[in-house]
């Protein structure tokens, strides 16, 4: 049996092979070959105009011709776009980049250089601005004090505006003021006068020792007023209480609440017929500032009596009243002083001893 051939022998394209009809059929440029039995196997051309097959078969090899250039360019177009793709972000970045260098060298110029205007008043902005400093040491703050009398506008700053203690140094700049030519646009200032914990009694001037005394009797009027019942006693005579003294405790450590313990100390003596007994009273305070003029800041909210209650019968007398306080004066030292040693240094005025 003579093999039918499967290719198109105008375009080389595989032929479509119809049982039903005996027909071998090219999809692409229409060629058309019909087997008719096993006699006669060799496929023939039909009846037909064969300019106009060739017209078909000249523009089908066209559009394949067209299909297989635009297979083999695909890949290398798509190359091309991802390329170009590439290439635009790549640039937008870099436009982005050398934009944001030109903001900042421009508004960097703008905040520290003067104006060029010839015209314009040349000042010392300096001679305008009071600085001071408020607050407790180590959380001071800086303060402008600006007269827009003659020179309306003007603004100063400092990257050092808060937490400053005694003695730090900082930078204040002046803005430039459109119409002004500063001869100066940065000065340094120390920082003084700021409020600070009492870290010695002698930093107390008299009217701050009298504050604090006054403060202390208010705290003792429960136990020694006029309405107590150790005052009201027939049988115990009260002498007192009298301010003999002070203990001081003090930290340096920022990080402790209570800074400063002070302590006001009194002595009241009992007497009944030939019993006499002298009770040590310390009135506490606590965080204790000293403001710049001398005077102390007291929170009398922290201030309270420190000590045991004792019961006049236990002290032997015949009556029935507490107060409190310590027996001795070295049982309130140890309680008070020793037992913070480890924590606090501590100062210690007046007729009062150290044990």
């Known amino acids: 049996m003579k093999k039918i051939p499967l290719e198109c022998p105008k375009c080389g394209a595989p032929l479509k092979l119809d049982r039903r009809n005996r027909s071998l059929t090219c999809e692409y440029c229409g060629y058309t070959a019909i087997y008719e039995n096993e006699n006669n196997q060799k496929p023939f051309e039909p009846e037909q105009d064969r300019s106009a097959s060739s017209c078909r078969s000249s523009g089908t090899s066209s559009r394949r011709t067209q299909r297989r250039t635009a297979k083999t360019a695909s ?48 000042i010392n902005p300096f001679n305008y601005v009071d600085v001071r400093f408020k607050g407790l040491d180590g959380e001071g703050e800086v303060v402008f004090d600006v007269d827009e009398t003659e020179v309306e506008g003007l603004y100063f700053y400092s990257e050092d505006n808060y937490d400053l203690h005694e003695g730090d140094v900082i930078t204040v700049t002046a803005y430039e ?22 870290s010695s009694i002698s930093e107390l001037n008299d009217e701050a020792l009298a504050d604090i005394y006054s ?140 044990f």
């Not at 003021?177 to 009492?198: A, I, N, P, S, W």
């Not at 045991?308 to 409190?324: I, M, N, Q, V």
Request: proline share 2%; hydrophobic share 35%; glycine share 8%.
């Open 177 to 198: 003021l459109y119409g002004y030519r500063f001869t100066q646009t940065e000065k340094q200032y120390t920082v003084t006068g700021l409020d600070h914990y009492l």
């Open 215 to 354: 403060g202390a009797m208010i705290e003792l009027e429960d136990d020694f007023g006029p309405d107590s019942a150790l005052m009201n006693d027939e049988k115990v005579t009260v002498t007192g209480p009298e301010p003999i003294g002070m203990y001081l405790l003090y930290t340096d450590d920022e990080s402790e609440w209570t800074r400063n313990m002070l302590f006001a100390i009194f002595t009241c003596t009992l007497t009944s017929g030939d019993k006499k007994t002298v009770i040590y009273i310390p009135v506490e305070y606590d965080r204790i500032v000293v403001k710049t003029s001398g005077l102390a800041k007291l929170d009398y909210n922290y201030a309270y009596i420190r000590g045991d209650y004792l019961w006049t019968t236990d002290l032997g007398f015949k009556t029935s009243a507490y107060l409190r306080g310590y027996i001795s004066e070295k049982a309130m030292y140890f309680d008070i002083v020793k037992s913070n040693s480890s924590e606090y240094t501590s100062d210690v005025s007046g007729g009062l001893s150290e």
């Open 75 to 122: 890949p290398n177009r798509k190359k091309g776009c991802l390329v170009g793709c590439l290439t635009a972000i790549i640039a937008f970045i870099v436009l982005m980049v050398i934009g944001v260098i030109i903001t900042e060298t421009t508004s960097s110029s703008r905040s520290y250089t003067y104006t060029e205007d010839e015209s314009a008043k040349v």
